[in-house]
């Protein structure tokens, strides 16, 4: 046992647990992120779809034209 060690914590504790909490927050927002970009581009290829006759819209009241 520490004479010294009061409970408190370490600076280099508190810089490992500052780091871990950022590490883990960008993988978090870089999985978001590719998540709300695949919708985006999906739904960016269907309107292209739906603009250029490939595929039918859905509701045949619908329509988009140049």
């Given at each position: 046992?520490?004479?010294?060690?009061?409970?408190?914590?370490?600076r280099s504790e508190?810089?490992?647990?500052i780091d871990d909490a950022i590490r883990?927050?960008?993988r978090n927002a870089g999985i978001i992120s590719?998540?709300?970009?695949?919708?985006?581009?999906?739904?960016?290829?269907?309107g292209l779809?739906?603009?250029?006759?490939?595929?039918d819209p859905i509701f045949p009241w619908l329509k988009i034209t140049l």
């Open positions: 046992m520490n004479p010294y060690n009061d409970g408190y914590v370490k508190v810089q490992e647990m883990k927050h960008n590719m998540c709300v970009g695949w919708v985006v581009l999906a739904l960016f290829a269907e779809l739906r603009l250029i006759g490939v595929i």
